[in-house]
């Protein structure tokens, strides 16, 4: 290569070389940065970084090893109508995904990054999704112009020389290409090849669209690639429970955004609960695959957390604000005048001064919020203080339940349990939470977000759940599926349920119905718990009458659910599964 070479090339895969190569022909780097996972690497990209005004150096005595950048912005979010399924027929990506067809979308990037790194170093990325030697663990090779990327990269991945290792002399690896260009947003398309293992991203970069292990890989072709090989890639937390006796009950969990996703992963358990601990394995995604045992076994893909700051306090999650307090990039939170970082609802008085975002003044009179919505905290999960001592076990962990859950102020009880696995499905297709009033649609209007998979599934929606059907015929002791709602509210709009830590409560039932120890009551729903069975000792302002409140099963709010859900059912009408509308029918058999 005649460009100038920086960094040990660790690898001789002529597959790796040949494709660095193509790609530095096209893109023209002045530079080629061969990444190998270092400490030494990290603290001269760190003070590069800073240098060239990307990252700012924090108040290490306040935050130690903390740095913040600020995004272009026009660049602060992912960009779903930017992003595309670029599958042979329009038919596989299915009407719930952006389609173009992969070879004028090939040649249209092409042009794009032709030239574009000139002037610019080329990064080359190799990283694992999953541990080192996990059957379920997938090679990637980003070439990449921000060195924005490589740092978070380096958080939200295990990058450099395992990922070598892992790949040997093997040609299975995902090509993922990024250029910021000049971000601008009518130049922005995040593109994956699921024929290929490919992933195109031009034109952004923020964290979702350019981090192409994380949503793009771990699940756009992640959820391709399960379907291909049998197993399954879900945006789903994992967590485990572990009683005063040491026995262990892990759960996965999918909850769309703004659901308390991460708080759940990372819950602690109130002092009623003495002995008992809640290990996080994963606060985002999760790939599942059948084991020897019949049981599904998941691993958590990722090596760090990219969660939302905004909100996040020692009420709400105190592990996360342990986890943050130390080696964590922070994007587009407020910087006060000392160098520390602030957002909305952080523990603490408000500043009097700091900058926004936008890096404008900012003052508590002022109109804008200081932090923007979608800010985000990058950090290692070996940061936080709860993580599982299995978190990084090649064999993964065995799933005794899978919990669905959304945002509903009405209709959807506290806690059911599904029926069996065909029943578990269609909860999941169906579930929902309510928009805000700032969504367009108004307050109320419920989206419909099957499994939290709707914005990152790789394929046809349809064809998803015929998927999740087919992976009962293959794992013999499947995980019992249960629907959670913490969000349901009274006729004076208050919460019923007090939510956070007492969560734990809801958690206690599962882990005991998983492990046959209670009893249950058959409802319209599902199975649903018995009052003796339900633990609300010590729960104050929270009985019996709350509780029926908050498990109350309405007609005429099902009415109106099951009316709704027709729409979804619809749009995927030719390939959704016959045995999804058998259990509408039942559903409405049952109301």
């Known amino acids: 290569m005649s460009n100038k070479t920086l960094g040990q090339r660790n690898t001789n895969n002529p597959a790796v070389i040949a494709f660095v190569e193509e790609q530095t022909k096209l893109c ?21 970084a800073v240098a060239k005004g990307v990252l700012i150096k924090l108040n290490q005595e306040k935050l130690p090893g903390c740095y913040y950048h600020r995004s272009n912005s026009n660049d602060v979010a992912r960009v779903e109508q930017f992003t595309f399924i670029c599958s042979e027929t329009r038919e596989e990506a299915g009407p719930t995904n952006n389609w173009a067809p992969p070879k004028e979308m090939y040649d249209k990037l092409k042009g794009m990054f032709a030239g574009s790194m000139k002037g610019r170093t080329m990064y080359v990325i190799p990283y694992l999704m999953g541990p080192l030697g996990s059957p379920l663990t997938k090679v990637g090779i980003e070439l990449t112009d921000s060195i924005y990327v490589v740092l978070s990269m380096r958080v939200m991945a295990r990058i450099g020389d395992a990922a070598y290792k892992q790949l040997s002399d093997s040609n299975d690896f995902n090509r993922g290409i990024h250029s910021m260009l000049d971000v601008n947003p009518e130049r922005r398309f995040i593109c994956h090849f699921p024929q290929d293992n490919a992933i195109l991203s031009v034109g952004s970069a923020y964290g979702g669209n350019v981090l192409l292990g994380k949503k793009c890989l771990a699940l756009r072709i992640g959820s391709s690639l399960g379907r291909k090989e049998g197993w399954m890639a879900e945006h789903m937390l994992i967590l485990g429970v572990e009683a005063p006796n040491g026995e262990k009950t892990y759960v996965a969990a999918a909850f769309p955004s703004a659901c308390g996703k991460t708080n759940f992963a990372m819950l602690i358990p109130p002092a009623h609960y003495k002995g008992w601990k809640i290990w996080t394995v994963g606060d985002d995604i999760c790939w599942m695959k059948p084991g020897p045992d019949g049981r599904l076994y998941a691993i958590n893909p990722e090596a760090g957390y990219f969660g939302v700051v905004p909100g996040t306090n020692s009420k709400s999650n105190p592990n996360a604000v342990k986890t943050i307090s130390r080696d964590t990039i922070y994007t587009n939170v407020a910087l006060t005048p000392d160098l520390d970082v602030w957002w909305e609802g952080k523990d603490g008085p408000v500043p009097a001064e700091c900058l926004d975002w936008r890096g404008n003044k900012w003052t508590p009179e002022s109109k804008e919020k200081a932090a923007h919505p979608n800010s985000r905290f990058a950090v290692p999960m070996t940061n936080n203080p709860v993580l599982a001592p299995e978190a990084s076990d090649p064999k993964g962990v065995p799933i005794s339940a899978i919990i669905f859950g959304g945002r509903r102020a009405t209709t959807m009880p506290l806690i059911f349990e599904t029926f069996d696995w065909i029943h578990g499905v269609y909860v999941g297709a169906t579930m929902g939470s309510e928009m805000t009033a700032a969504a367009v649609g108004g307050a109320g209007q419920v989206r419909r977000d099957p499994m939290a998979m709707l914005p990152f599934c790789g394929y046809d929606m349809g064809d998803y759940f015929r998927h999740w059907l087919r992976m009962r015929k293959i794992v013999q002791n ?25 969560n734990m409560r809801v958690l206690k039932w599962i882990v005991d119905r998983c492990h046959g120890r209670i009893g249950a009551e058959e409802s319209q729903l599902g199975w649903v718990p018995r009052l003796q069975d339900f633990d609300l000792a010590g729960l104050s302002g929270f009985g019996p009458e709350q509780f029926a409140r908050a498990q109350a099963i309405k007609a005429d709010e099902w009415k109106q659910e099951v009316v ?22 039942l559903l409405i058999s049952r109301l």
């Open 478 to 502: 499947p995980p019992r599926i249960f629907h959670v709602n913490w969000f349901r509210k009274d006729d004076q709009g208050n919460f019923i349920w007090p939510g956070f830590g007492e």
């Open 28 to 48: 023209q780097p002045d530079k080629i940065f061969w990444c190998d996972g270092s400490e030494a690497e990290k603290d001269a990209l760190t003070a590069e």
């Open 564 to 585: 709704s859900q027709e729409e979804l059912f619809i749009s995927l009408h030719s390939t959704l599964p016959k045995e999804l509308g058998y259990q509408r029918e």
